[in-house]
Structure formats: C-alpha cells, structure tokens
C-alpha cells in the first residue's frame, strides 16, 4: 500500500473559501480516478503557526497507481487551483 500526505498553507487571501475549494476539489477525484482508493482531506483548526491549513492524505496499492493519479487530468485541474492559491507545499509518500 502506498501513502501519499501533502500538506499547504495557503495565501491570506481569500483564505477560508479557498480552502474549502481546495477541499471540495480534493475529495472529489476518488470518483474520477480509479487507481485512488482513498482520501481524506482535513482542514487545521488549531492556528498555530507551525500548523498548515490543509492536509490529504490518499492511498494507493502500488506506486504506479500514484503515478496515474499524479497525471490524471482531473488531479493536474486541482493542481493548477492549489498552486494559484497557496505558498507552500510539502509531501511525503511512503510505503505501508
């Protein structure tokens, strides 16, 4: 099994609902792509400032499937949102 987490902070600007469409973008794609076999998507209500304000972590059986799923058109779309939205990402993908 293959465990993907990205965590972002996102710009000041328009915070909240970006988040929220970060989110609702995110959970959408275990419908659209099959490799996916699972997602959660969270968002930090602590405010901390070591915090980040939004975390996914996904699941796949093998790396490949997180290959397709990283080039999947549906998953590049969010991609294109988040990175307009954010300042920061950090990723960490392991196998269980």
């Keep these: 099994m293959i465990v993907h987490i990205v ?15 970060a989110k609702a973008m995110l959970e959408a794609l275990t419908e659209k792509i099959e490799p ?9 209500f602590s405010g901390s400032e070591r915090a980040m304000d939004l975390v996914l ?3 796949f059986e093998t790396k490949e499937g997180l290959s397709i799923y990283a ?4 998953h590049l779309e969010v991609v294109a949102f988040i ?3 954010t300042e ?3 990723v ?3 196998v269980r």
Excluded at 7 to 21: I, L, Q, S, T
Excluded at 36 to 44: F, K
Aim: proline fraction near 2%.
């Design 71 to 74: 080039t999947h058109p549906a």
């Design 88 to 90: 920061m990402s950090k």
């Design 57 to 59: 972590t996904s699941t």
């Design 7 to 21: 965590m972002f902070a996102f710009k000041a600007e328009n915070k909240a609902a970006n988040v929220a469409k």
């Design 36 to 44: 996916l076999l699972s997602m959660e998507v969270g968002v930090d």
């Design 83 to 85: 990175k307009e939205v």
């Design 92 to 94: 960490v993908d392991y």
